[in-house]
């Protein structure tokens, strides 16, 4: 089994910056991406962003030029930084990879909470 640790999430002033990360761990696991995504209280999930096993990225229009994914070498940890934060940015962060191409993710984490103060 493979389990996803996300990590960094917190309270925040609006325009500051946050930096999640998330690691997987267990069996051995090499992702072909790894995806954030969020969900605000009332509402649902939704895509934040993702980075491929190629290094492509690929991100919502809401944090477009404000976030950015990354990751290891290894591609079993990957990040996401969040700039000029607002507070509709306020959700739980869930990681997520998948081992395969497809729109399906096989793996979750169990969420950080970011919190944006006006």
């Known amino acids: 089994q493979v389990q996803l640790t996300e990590s960094g999430g917190g309270l925040v002033q609006a325009g500051g910056s946050l930096k999640l990360a998330c690691k997987a761990s267990g069996r051995t696991f090499s992702a072909n991406a790894m995806g954030w995504f969020r969900q605000a209280p009332d509402k649902e999930r939704e895509f934040v962003g993702a980075?491929?096993?190629?290094?492509?990225?690929r991100y919502a229009d809401a944090v477009k030029g404000r976030f950015s994914i990354s990751r290891e070498k290894v591609f079993n940890t990957a990040y996401l930084q969040m700039n000029s934060l607002k507070p509709e940015d306020t959700a739980v962060y869930y990681c997520a990879a998948r081992s395969r191409p497809g729109p399906q993710y096989e793996y979750w984490g169990q969420g950080t909470q970011v919190t944006v103060s006006s």
């Open positions: 980075i491929l096993l190629s290094g492509d990225t």
